[in-house]
């Protein structure tokens, strides 16, 4: 018995040996916010693609079952880490304002700002970048075709998905901007009305145009029959695009954005993303106190302030970095965090409006995040949207496409705030072809011990939840805990700290108030995390879906090619 279990531990440990030095995990995993999402990138896998044929599956899928938050009719970015070589780039799909755009375009004859001008309809509307970037993806980084990658998404939009419960409050909540547009009510709503629980929406529009990008790749959506339907049915509901939009629209390769905290190594989103550089901004800043030694008010308190000031420097100093001088360098250094950190008072808080700037954001029940590890390695999070839930809430006839609304995410007007309720400056001005400022943060977290893959929707809230994930993480803690540990947030901008019900115990609020904090309580939970941890010290893979959401996270035997 001893000598079998001796064999038993002999075995166990040059198992580890052998997972330490290929450096590859037991199993794939993907963490999404749709179960059929899931199953497409699996069902990618199993016929041998990897994490980045997968990411194409699973991106295309949830354009098609989760129609409310992100779609080939918006954007996003995708943050790719290939095993061979350790090379790690951000896929930036983001939308493009288009070239007739103008700073002023949403303000009125006095100045001001038109309400649901840049929220509801076609001149909402960004030139999207998700269709161009699946295809770079699939093209540069993946084992199989494009087209192959996109058959799931294909026959979930022509044979349809049922509604669920979320579907029916989304759709609610955008009910009156999409009975609006006859073919965004027709497809998303039934007779005008939201459509009960278990009604199949089929999208077969949609699943043509999949298949002309499926056959033709960018050119079957950015040219060609689908290009014309798009450009003409923007411009009959009084958008601004052209053809010449559509051709010009390129994906950009960025560098994502580095930190370190407490050993870790966080590789996050670059700009146009504020996420990295809030996330990069704040653990440095954090990094000047031991979190775990002080009582739980006090650490509370200087995460608060350390979301106060990232996103007050988030509103005045990030926007496109082809079109603005973003400081990133000085922004992520630890010297200029410690310089923030010091004006942190433990006894009371810093008002916003001491701190020069502008304002910043809300929301949260838009955009969409999957998580992808490989069994060899590779790995993707991706963060993507069409902004407000249902975007523009509007279908161009004929080819099913769901317009964003992503141009809200400019600064239409220096402080007023957009539809999240962030505001900006220049840097984030309205210009032809730039790309708006996002929050969408996907990330990786990793150490000798393990690498962590993580991401969520939320609007301004994104930032804070990966935060709050990620020193989760620091203190220990797996996936499941990251997903669903209570949140707070503070923006800069209104001066509030807003928090789920559970955040804080009755004795932490009163705690909070009497340092001076704002707080306010929220009505319902907000995010939906979808994390993988893969713990190089015992060879597991954990994955985890937000129990605020309808997500699915699944561990398989695939993709170690
Ligand atoms: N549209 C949400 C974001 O990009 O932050």
């Known amino acids: 018995m001893r000598l079998r279990s001796g064999a038993f531990l002999l075995f166990v440990s040059c198992f580890f040996q052998a997972v330490a030095a290929v450096d590859r995990p037991p199993v794939a995993a993907i963490a999404s916010a749709h179960p059929l999402a899931t199953q497409a990138g699996m069902e990618i896998l199993a016929d041998g693609g990897n994490a980045f044929d997968a990411a194409v599956a699973v991106s295309a899928a949830l354009a098609v079952v989760e129609p409310y938050s992100s779609g080939i009719g918006g954007g996003g970015f995708w943050l790719l880490h290939r095993a ?55 093209r540069y980084y993946g084992r199989l075709p494009l087209a192959r990658s996109l058959q799931p ?43 009960d629980e278990g009604y199949r929406i089929v999208q077969a529009d949609l699943a043509a145009t999949l298949t002309a990008f499926a056959r ?67 653990l440095n800043m954090l990094a000047n106190y031991d979190l775990h030694a002080l009582d739980s008010v006090s650490r509370t308190h200087v995460i608060i302030e350390s979301m106060r000031r990232a996103y007050r420097d988030r509103s005045i100093f990030l926007g496109d970095p082809d079109f603005f001088p973003v400081p990133l360098k000085r922004l992520t250094s630890p010297a200029y965090a410690g310089q923030l950190a010091q004006s942190i008072q433990m006894d009371r808080v810093t008002p916003s409006s001491s701190l020069p700037g502008r304002d910043s954001s809300s929301g949260g029940r838009d955009t969409t995040h999957f998580s992808i590890l490989d069994g060899a390695g590779n790995r993707v999070a991706a963060t993507l949207s069409i902004n407000y839930p249902f975007g523009a809430c509007v279908v161009p006839a004929g080819t099913g496409v769901l317009l964003n609304d992503e141009m809200d995410d400019f ?11 962030l505001v900006g400056a220049d840097a984030n001005a309205i210009e032809p072809g730039k790309r708006p400022l996002s929050s969408m943060s996907p990330t990786f977290v990793e150490s000798d011990e393990g690498v962590a893959i993580l991401g969520t929707p939320g609007g301004s809230r994104i930032i804070t939840m990966v935060l709050l994930g990620i020193l989760d993480h620091a203190a220990g803690n797996r996936p499941d805990s990251w997903v669903s540990l209570p949140r707070y947030h503070h923006q800069y901008l209104p001066d509030v700290v807003q928090y789920e019900a559970n955040a804080f115990d009755e004795d932490g609020v009163r705690a909070l108030a009497a340092l001076g904090h704002n707080l306010k309580q929220l009505d319902s939970g907000y995010g939906n995390m979808q994390a993988i941890y893969w713990d190089r010290s015992n060879g597991q893979v954990y994955a985890a879906s937000d129990p605020r959401g309808v997500g699915d996270s699944r561990v398989g035997l695939f993709g170690r090619q």
């Open 153 to 195: 998404a294909i026959r979930l939009a022509r044979e349809g998905f049922v509604v669920d419960a979320r579907y029916r409050k989304l759709a609610q909540f955008r009910q009156a901007a999409l009975q609006n547009d006859s073919q965004a009510g027709d497809i998303f709503l039934q007779a005008g009305e939201v459509p």
């Open 411 to 421: 600064s239409a007007k220096p402080g007023v705030p957009n539809v999240h309720g």
């Open 84 to 138: 061979r070589d350790g090379f790690e780039v951000m896929v930036d799909g983001r939308e493009k304002a288009p070239l007739a755009a103008s700073r002023d375009m949403y303000l009125d004859a006095a100045g001001e700002v038109v309400p649901g001008l840049s929220v509801d309809g076609a001149l909402a509307a960004g030139i999207p970048g998700e269709p161009a970037a699946l295809d770079h993806i699939a």
């Open 216 to 282: 033709f790749g960018t050119a079957g959506f950015y040219r060609g029959p689908v290009a014309r339907k798009l450009v003409d049915g923007v411009r009959a509901e009084g958008g601004i695009w052209t053809l010449d939009d559509l051709r010009q629209y390129r994906v950009a390769e960025r560098v994502p954005v580095q930190a370190e905290y407490q050993g870790l190594r966080i590789t996050s989103a670059a700009p146009p993303s504020s996420g990295g550089i809030a996330l990069a901004a704040m």
